[in-house]
């Protein structure tokens, strides 16, 4: 399953809070790169979520512009300049509460397909 | 948060160029990586390469999306788009100047005409309770013709009506102040003392009147009088010590108790009221007195609405009084009460006219728009693969057209910014040219109002004309305007063909719609010029003066007799008179008339123009005497009452039968002392003179000798051999021979009063027929432009026809038919707007129907041969290229 950007889609608004909350959980252990962090979002969930360049720089700037990130230029393992980001104090908080967010609504969403 | 959100939006805008070069890096970066992963995996570098850019996708529109989530990406776009639209502006200087030019006059043109109409007709009144104020009338309640009330009624229309907080009844009136140094001349009011706290305003110093100031009993002391600023300035030099002074006004003393602050006007006339006394000066001579007498009509009123208050509901309840009141007393038979706003009874007669200009000029805007929006479809044609491009690197239909909106807006603003200067510098002009006495003309000038409105309208014509040119351009095929032989009769080409047909459709309809709107004006206005006056204008110096109450021995005849005595004496006068009403003033004074052998009712009975004369004023405006004899020195109040009535009175009245010896009652001016005015024999018949104005009609008009109906204030006219002008100074010295306390003032010739009569109609002929004239200029230019490009496009086709043998002839039609098609469809479609919409010119014209078929046909007939010039130009060049050159051609 791929995270798709496009305008007018009724799922927009869930999709881009879930690849939110998936980028804030790769970047919740260390600092990573654009590529990196894509790569990390399709390890931990096991290749459920590719996500794609055109989806994730647009949600990296505008978690920066939130102020969730923030970013600066390093030297990654291939010898390639390229562009960190890391989480913020605020970042962390926001990690912290969409988790708990997402939890409730799992949990919620779980016991109704349950419930016969 | 939105601190924050503010200092990064700001910050993002100026770092903008930083800001895409990282964004460049980080996704070069990213790809470098994903093919270095690639190569990894055993791909060869190449191969690596292209599978990371296509796993990427487009680029631009990766860059785009990423640019739009940054803070301030809209405004930082705008002003991107903007320097990017000015850019191409001055790489196609031509394009832009023309573009710019007509909207700069388009723009300035309904920015000036905007001003004028907000200042004169708009603006609210310049008093705390402007809102609130409305005009009272007295009228007829069969026509609705009427305003003026009486005292008596106005003080039962306050004492009754719930909807008025208060209401106050005023007329200017004609003053001379005697003062140390020679007597002058005033212009002023008499008012009831609720005036002022009507309007809301106080005097600078000292009070405003006391309602107990109105009273009849007050007339035995002096009157109370408040002078205007420049008055108090003028004659007082600024004294605040004039408070209390007694002072002498028209013979009589009044006590100064007040001066109104600066700038302070009411009524408000294009003459300024320099001072306000009460209305008990109309109160002394007991039952004969005005304030009296509930048949004479002589008052405005004003009004005050309360605050929760409609004029409908105002007008509702005012119609129940004038009722009751018409029930209660025979003098108010048949009458009714209008309640108007006072703004809009302000603009009073240019109203109309300039509404219409508004809306003239509004519509030369549009044709301008049309013009430019063709101009740009043009342009886009050179810019087809500049779109493919932007299409083809990922811009989205919407990028597309907001750029090209954006470009549209940058050469409106433009115009809109050289219209300003158009319009403030065509300010003056149009104030010297617009008659003086239209009120509140010379409040005329830039201010906000007219600031706010040029940005509205620039920004406004912007989107009008770039929204068809942008949604064209921007639908664009990916591979067609790039591939080198894109031909010129492609699919796209012909959607703007039709779009250029469908253009040119409305210019032309909005060009004939104004040009019929100007021809009926225009012939409207040859009437009025060509109009048998029933007098002669040339070399008549007029002027008034008002007879002096010391001289109260002596009756008003005797005064101005006198005058008029000397006066003729003067060498270079051949003749001279005097009257109460000059013609083409507008100010005659309207009385009932009864005729003899049908009583009727004082409320039923029919009205005349009523005029008061000294002998020999017939034969020096050279007014036709049809039948009978002039008035002489015998007829005053000694001998029989006589009058004179005019062609029209006697065809009305006295129809098939010999008007003279037949006897008429005048409802005012009687000389012979109080009771009922008397009946009156008809000595003489004279032709129908012009009033001035549009009036088609004559009306009937009674002329009483100034001996048997004194009346104290008259114009003298003297017909002179030469330059009429000439005469002023020994006129005035003349009557100051006779009296030194008695100024003259108003002196004009006849021929002035006529040109100003003229001047409304005038403006409003030129500059109708000026936007007219530019509407068909730029139609003209529109259906040129469509023919011109319908040859370009088909230009190989015209080749291969003229080579395979076609008559020029037949080619060239086929090519005019293109431009004639939608030139003839926009005339049907003018003329039917115009046959709907000339109906708000009805009010302006003289003697011209609002649907008369000869300007019809002419305007049609006229943008028919201009259309089909327009297009025979264009259309021969094309027939008459070398086929060779054409078929090369691509």
């Not at chain 2, 009008?464 to 031909?487: D, H, I, K, M, Y």
């Amino acid at each position: 399953m791929s995270i798709a950007q496009s305008g007018g889609n009724p799922r927009r608004d869930l999709l881009q809070g879930t690849l939110a909350l998936l980028v804030l959980k790769a970047l919740a252990l260390e600092e990573m790169h654009g590529m990196g962090i894509s790569r990390r979002i399709a390890q931990i969930t096991n290749g459920t979520f590719e996500v794609k360049a055109g989806s994730l720089f647009p949600a990296l700037h505008r978690m920066e512009e939130a102020g969730w990130l923030t970013s600066f230029w390093g030297e990654a393992e291939t010898n390639r300049r390229a562009k960190f980001y890391r989480l913020t104090k605020l970042g962390r908080r926001q990690l912290e509460t969409e988790t708990e967010q997402w939890q409730r609504i799992s949990l919620a969403i779980a016991s109704a397909l349950r419930a016969t | 948060m939105p601190i924050r959100r503010f200092y990064r939006c700001c910050r993002n805008i100026l770092r903008r160029g930083r800001i895409a070069e990282d964004l460049d890096e980080e996704l070069r970066s990213y790809i470098e990586m994903v093919a270095d992963e690639k190569e990894r995996a055993g791909r060869t570098s190449e191969e690596a390469i292209r599978e990371a850019c296509r796993e990427t996708g487009k680029l631009e529109q990766v860059k785009e999306r990423v640019l739009d989530v940054k803070a301030g990406a809209s405004v930082d776009r705008f002003f991107q788009d903007l320097g990017y639209g000015l850019r191409m502006l001055r790489r196609n200087p031509g394009f832009a100047i023309i573009a710019i030019t007509i909207l700069a006059l388009g723009i300035g043109a309904t920015t000036a005409i905007f001003s004028v109409v907000d200042a004169v007709v708009f603006k609210p009144l310049p008093f705390p309770n402007a809102d609130r104020l409305v005009r009272i009338n007295s009228v007829l309640a069969a026509t609705g013709n009427g305003d003026v009330a009486s005292y008596p009624d106005f003080l039962d229309w306050r004492t009754r009506s719930r909807a008025f907080e208060r209401m106050a009844a005023f007329r200017t009136n004609d003053f001379t102040l005697v003062g140390d140094r020679e007597a002058v001349h005033l212009h002023g009011a008499v008012v009831s003392a609720e005036l002022f706290p009507l309007l809301g305003v106080k005097p600078l110093i000292g009070r405003s009147f006391l309602s107990k100031e109105d009273e009849p009993s007050a007339a035995s002391g002096a009157n109370p009088l408040i002078l205007s600023y420049s008055l108090w300035q003028r004659e007082f030099s600024s004294d605040t010590s004039v408070l209390g002074v007694s002072i002498r006004v028209d013979g009589h003393a009044f006590i100064v108790v007040g001066v109104m602050p600066q700038g302070f006007q009411f009524p408000i006339e294009a003459e300024p009221i320099e001072l306000w006394t009460t209305i008990a000066v109309d109160a002394t001579g007991g039952a004969n007195a005005m304030t009296a007498q509930r048949g004479a009509h002589y008052l405005d009123v004003e009004g005050l609405l309360k605050p929760n208050a409609s004029v409908k509901q105002a007008e509702a309840e005012m119609a129940v009084i004038a009722t009751t009141l018409s029930k209660e007393h025979p003098e108010n038979k048949a009458r009714s009460a209008r309640v108007v706003p006072e703004v809009e009874g302000l603009a009073g007669k240019v109203r109309a006219p300039l509404l219409v200009l508004l809306g003239a000029v509004c519509c030369v805007l549009l044709i301008v728009c049309v013009n430019v929006a063709s101009l740009l479809l043009g342009r886009a044609v050179g810019r087809r693969k500049e779109m493919a491009i932007r299409a083809a690197v990922g811009a989205s239909r919407g990028r597309v057209i907001s750029q090209l909106l954006t470009e549209s807006l940058a050469l409106s603003l433009l115009g809109g910014a050289l219209g300003l200067v158009v319009a403030v510098s065509s300010l003056g002009l149009l104030r010297r040219i617009l008659p003086p006495e239209i009120p509140r003309l010379e409040s005329v000038g830039i201010n906000g109002h007219l600031l706010i409105f040029a940005l509205v309208i620039s920004t406004a014509s912007g989107i009008v004309f770039g929204l068809a040119p942008a949604l064209q351009g921007s639908r664009v095929t990916l591979t067609e305007p790039l591939s080198e032989n894109w031909g010129r009769s492609s699919s796209g080409g012909k959607a703007q063909g039709r779009l250029r047909g469908a253009l040119v459709i409305g210019e032309v309809a909005l060009a004939v719609t104004l040009l019929l709107g100007a021809g009926l004006l225009i012939q409207s206005f040859l009437h009025l010029i060509h109009v048998d006056l029933g007098f002669d204008p040339n070399h008549v110096l007029t002027f008034e003066v008002n007879s002096p109450p010391e001289n109260a021995g002596a009756s008003p005849h005797q005064f101005f007799g006198r005058i008029v005595q000397q006066i003729s004496t003067i060498p270079g006068v051949s003749s001279a008179s005097a009257d109460a009403t000059l013609p083409l003033t507008g100010d005659a004074m309207r009385s009932s008339i009864e005729l003899e052998g049908q009583p009727m009712p004082l409320g039923s009975r029919p009205s005349a123009n009523f005029n008061v004369v000294e002998p020999g004023f017939f034969r020096t405006l050279r007014i036709k005497l049809i039948q009978g004899r002039d008035f002489t020195e015998y007829d005053n109040v000694k001998s029989t009452p006589v009058v004179i009535v005019n062609r029209a009175l006697a065809q009305r009245f006295f129809a098939n039968q010999n008007p003279i010896g037949k006897h008429v009652r005048p409802g005012i001016g009687n000389g012979y002392g109080p009771g009922e005015p008397p009946m009156r024999e008809i000595i003489g018949v004279i032709g129908d003179i012009s009033q001035g104005g549009v009036d088609a009609e004559a009306s009937p008009e009674v002329y009483a000798p100034l001996a048997q109906s004194p009346f104290g204030t008259m114009f003298i006219a003297l017909r002179t051999s030469g330059d009429a002008k000439a005469m002023v100074n020994a006129v005035r010295r003349q009557v100051m021979m006779i009296d030194k306390n008695t100024p003259i003032y108003h002196v004009k010739t006849l021929d002035q009063y006529l040109s100003q009569s003229f001047t409304l109609p005038r403006v409003v002929t030129l500059l109708l027929s000026g936007f007219g004239s530019i509407a068909l200029i730029l139609a003209c230019l529109g259906v040129y432009g469509v023919v011109s490009y319908v040859t370009l496009q088909r230009t190989r086709e015209v080749g291969i026809r003229i080579a395979l043998g076609a008559p020029q002839a037949q080619v060239l039609m086929m090519i005019m038919a293109e431009g004639l098609r939608p030139a003839l469809l926009g005339i049907v479609i003018g003329v039917g707007v115009a046959f709907k919409l000339t109906g708000v010119l009805a009010s302006l014209l003289f003697r011209v129907k609002p649907t008369d078929l000869a300007t019809f046909a002419a305007v049609s007939a006229l943008l028919a041969i201009v259309t089909l010039m327009a297009c025979y130009i264009p259309a021969r060049r094309a027939a008459k290229t070398d086929p060779m050159c054409s078929l090369r051609y691509e």
